[in-house]
């Protein structure tokens, strides 16, 4: 299995301000994934972060939002951007390990007043 | 589309008594199953997985599911329970490869276990 480091690992941020989100993985991993988990909810994913290409977004995520870098094969960033307390959530990287399974790292907890 | 049910907010169980966390699926073809957990202040960490074969999968901490294809389940049981064991369990499915975006996870909403001691 992957061993997977995300930083910051919590943060409190005012309203209108951006944060971004670093995911290192040690070792080189084809596909990326960044999930969010709301207050007391289940994950969602957001994006799937394949180097050398743009990140695909789910529904209701959008790049001006959320924008996305993966410039190589064990890293990548997740940028939330003019942030509102909305945005107060876990959020998680995962990368695709082999063996059809997906590990995660362990979260960057968000508040935004 | 594909979806999972867990259908208990809660489960509360004995420590030294068998538990279960119940898990229900849909997706149009073949199913990839996980269960994850979650400690507190903690990430997702991988319990076990159905991929294919054996019907009866084990995994860490003495877990293990059971696959049933008909009535489209994968329950996390475990044959006794520890107080260690109390976190937040999430059941995971995604459809068998066949393409661009077939490795989306779809998760259950989590199911949070209270071992009594």
């Known amino acids: 299995s992957a061993v997977i480091s995300q930083k910051p690992s919590r943060d409190i941020c005012q309203r209108g301000t951006s944060l971004t989100i670093q995911c290192q993985v040690d070792s080189q991993v084809t596909m990326m994934f960044w999930y969010r988990q709301q207050p007391g909810q289940s994950l969602t994913l957001i994006a799937t972060?394949?180097?050398?290409?743009?990140?695909?977004?789910e529904s209701g995520f959008v790049i001006d939002k959320f924008p996305i870098s993966r410039p190589n094969l064990t890293f990548s960033t997740l940028t939330v951007s003019n942030m509102s307390p909305e945005d107060s959530s876990i959020y998680l990287c995962s990368v695709e390990g082999g063996a059809e399974t997906q590990y995660f790292g362990p979260g960057t907890r968000l508040l935004v007043l | 589309a594909q979806s999972v049910a867990q259908p208990e907010d809660q489960v509360n169980v004995a420590e030294g008594n068998p538990l279960t966390v119940k898990c229900t699926y849909s997706v149009s073809g073949n199913p990839y199953l996980f269960w994850y957990v979650q400690y507190p202040n903690r990430g997702l960490q991988f319990l076990l997985k159905?991929?294919?074969?054996?019907?009866l999968v084990k995994g860490s901490y003495g877990f293990e599911a059971e696959f049933n294809k008909s009535q489209t389940s994968f329950h996390l049981k475990k044959p006794s329970a520890l107080v260690s064991d109390s976190a937040l369990y999430f059941c995971?499915?995604?459809?068998?490869?066949?393409?661009?975006?077939?490795?989306?996870?779809?998760f259950g909403k989590g199911t949070k276990l209270s071992v009594i001691p």
């Open positions: 995971a499915v995604r459809e068998r490869y066949s393409g661009a975006g077939s490795y989306q996870l779809t």
């Open positions: 972060a394949n180097q050398g290409s743009e990140a695909t977004y």
């Open positions: 159905y991929i294919t074969g054996d019907n």
